[in-house]
């Protein structure tokens, strides 16, 4: 079992920053990869970005790469994910999602949320414009 606990959301003004921090707890050593999802009212969750925990690969969605950074700190178990430069379109819930792996080693992380182990109970975050 993995426990995440996400926290950091709010609102902001476009334009603006937030930092999302995540802390892991529970099989930690299992973990393989830890991501962002985000939903936004009356949509489908989508990827936002990953990260993979041995190596600090990462992987971004289009609409958020320059923007975003995620990040890891592997001593506390967290992963942040700084906003800058945020956009209305990024008004949604944040979830925080850890992957366990398999016996295949990938070069970087997935965008898939099927696998995606665990989840968090998300964040809420609103850019107003």
């Known amino acids: 079992q993995v426990q995440l606990v996400e926290a950091g959301g709010g609102l902001v003004q476009a334009g603006g920053s937030l930092r999302l921090s995540c802390a892991a707890s529970?099989?930690?050593?299992?973990?393989?990869?830890l991501a962002w999802f985000r939903q936004a009212p009356g949509k489908e969750r989508e990827f936002a970005a990953a990260i993979k925990r041995s190596s600090g690969r990462t992987r971004y969605v289009d609409s958020v790469e320059g923007r975003f950074t995620i990040s890891r700190d592997n001593a506390s178990n967290t992963v942040y994910l700084q906003m800058n430069s945020l956009k209305p379109e990024d008004t949604a819930d944040y979830y925080c999602?850890?992957?366990?792996?398999?016996?295949?080693?990938?070069?970087?992380?997935?965008?898939?949320?099927?696998?995606?182990?665990?989840w968090g109970q998300g964040t809420q975050v609103t850019v107003s414009s």
């Open positions: 529970g099989r930690i050593s299992s973990l393989y990869a």
């Open positions: 999602a850890a992957d366990l792996g398999t016996t295949e080693d990938w070069p970087y992380p997935s965008s898939n949320s099927n696998e995606y182990d665990y």
